[in-house]
């Protein structure tokens, strides 16, 4: 057994992060202003789109997006069930209704072949999450929904490409990313939308800050005018300067994070292949580069007559953290009512209570990794 305990995920924060916070604080201006700018300016040529808006989570930001496309009442938006309840709330805080469709059983994306039959006059959008930081098969979703407007819920997807376009890069009006600590770079709290729709970037910028025409930096600064106006609906969700400035360092170690997280992910494909009791994911033929978010699998709890909780208890007693991602959305009790049904998501409903996420961060080891496929091959026997 290990002697420390493994975590799930652990942000990597290194003095260059601390430093430029300091500078931030003493610099007289600590809200959103130059370094996020400059951030937004760094995150979009990364991703290859045209425009960036930093928010203060990926959550703000998918609400926001969703505003910006005039998302509303009586409106309907097409999403998985198998994704953090914030993507579906961030339908519901703009009054419309999260329609879901179920996810393929080897990569827990949404399945595209099922969108069609949830469309209706009332889609506004189709929501998908790049499950895991592995791209959603963007192609078949947009053939299958032509004229509908895609917003990519990319929170797991910094570093991650389709077809050989980073996630991000259009051709989908809209993509949102996170940067929570769990996430693969951080800025402790925060997310940005990228867009190539100068509109609606402008919107996005707009809406951020309650609606107003001006940002506190170009009014406060002495370029700026202090007068502005309230020009459309809006929430509060900027990310300010202290919080751009960890995310500007973060964004120089993103290659050799990716690599560390790129490493560990094939030691559990590798390793963990064949193990009784596991379903590994699979990986789709068109040409992508995973994101590496989260490592997944899913256990066949009857073959290993055990339950989920009692295998991560196992583990957690072997100094091993996991995670769970997820519980799928309708199993919670917040959305008894939205008439969701087993029966229509049966492999959302089957992953919901089996699937377990194992420890993936840099700065983890092969050692730690090996200790992970150890534990779990002594546990399924
Ligand atoms: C798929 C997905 N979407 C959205 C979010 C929300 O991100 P944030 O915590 O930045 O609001 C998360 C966060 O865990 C997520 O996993």
Same mark, same amino acid.
Request: hydrophobic share 40%.
């Given at each position: 057994? !290990?002697?420390?305990?493994?975590?799930?995920?652990? /942000?990597?924060?290194?003095?260059?992060?601390?430093?430029?916070?300091?500078?931030?604080?003493?610099?007289?201006?600590?809200?959103?202003?130059?370094?996020?700018?400059?951030?937004?300016?760094?995150?979009?040529?990364?991703?290859?789109?045209?425009?960036?808006?930093?928010?203060?989570?990926?959550?703000?930001?998918?609400?926001?997006?969703?505003?910006?496309?005039?998302?509303? #009442?009586?409106?309907?938006?097409?999403?998985? #069930?198998?994704?953090?309840?914030?993507?579906?709330?961030?339908? *519901?805080?703009?009054?419309?209704?999260?329609?879901?469709?179920?996810?393929? @059983? %080897?990569? @827990?994306?949404?399945?595209?072949?099922?969108?069609?039959?949830?469309?209706?006059? =009332?889609?506004?959008?189709?929501?998908?999450?790049?499950?895991?930081?592995?791209?959603?098969?963007?192609?078949?979703?947009?053939?299958?929904?032509?004229?509908? #407007?895609?917003?990519?819920?990319?929170? $797991?997807?910094?570093? &991650?490409?389709?077809? %050989?376009? /980073?996630?991000?890069?259009?051709?989908?009006?809209?993509?949102?990313?996170?940067?929570?600590?769990?996430?693969?770079?951080?800025?402790?709290?925060?997310?940005?939308?990228?867009?190539?729709? #100068?509109?609606? &970037?402008?919107?996005?910028?707009?809406? =951020?800050?309650?609606?107003?025409?001006?940002?506190?930096?170009?009014?406060?600064?002495?370029?700026?005018? /202090?007068?502005?106006?309230?020009?459309?609906?809006?929430?509060?969700?900027?990310?300010?300067?202290?919080?751009?400035?960890?995310?500007?360092?973060?964004?120089?170690?993103?290659?050799?994070?990716?690599?560390?997280?790129? !490493?560990?992910?094939? *030691?559990?494909?590798?390793?963990?292949?064949?193990?009784?009791?596991?379903?590994?994911?699979?990986?789709?033929?068109?040409?992508?580069? $995973?994101?590496?978010?989260?490592?997944?699998?899913?256990?066949?709890?009857?073959?290993?007559? *055990?339950?989920?909780?009692?295998?991560?208890?196992?583990?957690?007693?072997?100094?091993?953290?996991?995670?769970?991602?997820?519980?799928?959305?309708?199993?919670?009790?917040?959305?008894?009512?939205?008439?969701?049904?087993?029966?229509?998501?049966?492999?959302?409903?089957?992953?919901?209570?089996?699937?377990?996420?194992?420890?993936?961060?840099?700065?983890?080891?092969?050692?730690?990794?090996?200790?992970?496929?150890?534990?779990?091959?002594?546990?399924?026997?």
């Amino acid at each position: 057994m !290990r002697d420390d305990f493994l975590p799930f995920s652990k /942000p990597f924060i290194g003095e260059e992060e601390v430093q430029a916070v300091r500078e931030v604080l003493l610099s007289g201006w600590i809200t959103t202003g130059p370094v996020t700018a400059k951030f937004e300016e760094a995150f979009s040529k990364l991703v290859g789109a045209r425009f960036a808006a930093a928010v203060s989570s990926a959550t703000a930001g998918l609400q926001i997006a969703l505003m910006a496309l005039g998302v509303g #009442p009586g409106d309907e938006v097409i999403t998985t #069930p198998m994704t953090f309840a914030a993507t579906v709330n961030a339908i *519901i805080y703009n009054g419309a209704r999260p329609v879901l469709v179920d996810v393929e @059983m %080897g990569t @827990m994306n949404i399945d595209p072949k099922r969108i069609r039959e949830k469309l209706s006059p =009332r889609t506004k959008a189709v929501m998908p999450v790049h499950f895991a930081g592995l791209p959603a098969d963007m192609d078949a979703i947009k053939e299958v929904a032509p004229g509908i #407007p895609i917003v990519e819920d990319a929170a $797991h997807a910094i570093g &991650a490409s389709y077809k %050989g376009s /980073p996630i991000g890069y259009g051709p989908s009006p809209l993509a949102v990313f996170s940067f929570h600590p769990a996430k693969n770079i951080t800025t402790a709290e925060g997310g940005m939308i990228v867009t190539d729709d #100068p509109e609606l &970037a402008d919107s996005c910028k707009v809406m =951020r800050q309650h609606g107003m025409s001006k940002g506190a930096w170009n009014r406060f600064a002495k370029s700026g005018r /202090p007068d502005y106006e309230i020009v459309s609906p809006g929430i509060k969700a900027n990310l300010t300067d202290l919080q751009s400035a960890i995310g500007l360092e973060q964004l120089k170690r993103l290659e050799g994070f990716q690599s560390e997280r790129h !490493r560990i992910a094939g *030691i559990y494909d590798r390793e963990l292949k064949g193990v009784r009791g596991i379903m590994l994911p699979e990986y789709p033929q068109y040409p992508h580069v $995973h994101g590496r978010h989260i490592y997944w699998v899913i256990l066949k709890t009857e073959e290993l007559g *055990i339950t989920r909780e009692e295998f991560m208890g196992r583990l957690k007693e072997m100094n091993i953290g996991t995670g769970v991602h997820y519980k799928a959305v309708h199993h919670h009790k917040r959305y008894e009512g939205f008439g969701w049904s087993d029966l229509d998501l049966p492999n959302a409903s089957y992953a919901s209570s089996r699937i377990v996420s194992l420890p993936l961060f840099p700065g983890m080891t092969d050692h730690d990794a090996m200790d992970v496929v150890n534990a779990v091959k002594e546990i399924c026997g």
